[in-house]
């Protein structure tokens, strides 16, 4: 089970992945009201909502600081 990298809910993969729709570069996009996720350093980071997202945007070296 994914948590979110900021709050720590636990995040439903199945629905944080369910196909909304498609970017022009083909990439998959997310429901933001079921999580959403961010390309961050070569790794999807996953989140509950867009505020969460929104934050680790901001400042990802805090979220990223207690991980090995
Ligand atoms: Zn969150």
Not at 59 to 65: N, V
Request: aromatic letters at 12%; a positive charge; hydrophobic letters at 30%.
């Amino acid at each position: 089970m994914m948590k979110c990298l900021v709050c720590g809910k636990a995040i439903d993969l199945e629905d944080a992945e369910t196909k909304t729709g498609e970017t022009a570069f083909g990439a998959k996009e997310v429901d933001p009201s079921k999580g959403t996720r961010q390309f961050h350093d070569g790794i999807w980071y996953y989140f509950d909502t867009l505020n969460c997202r929104s934050k680790f945007t901001v400042s990802p070296q805090r979220y990223l600081a207690g991980k090995t």
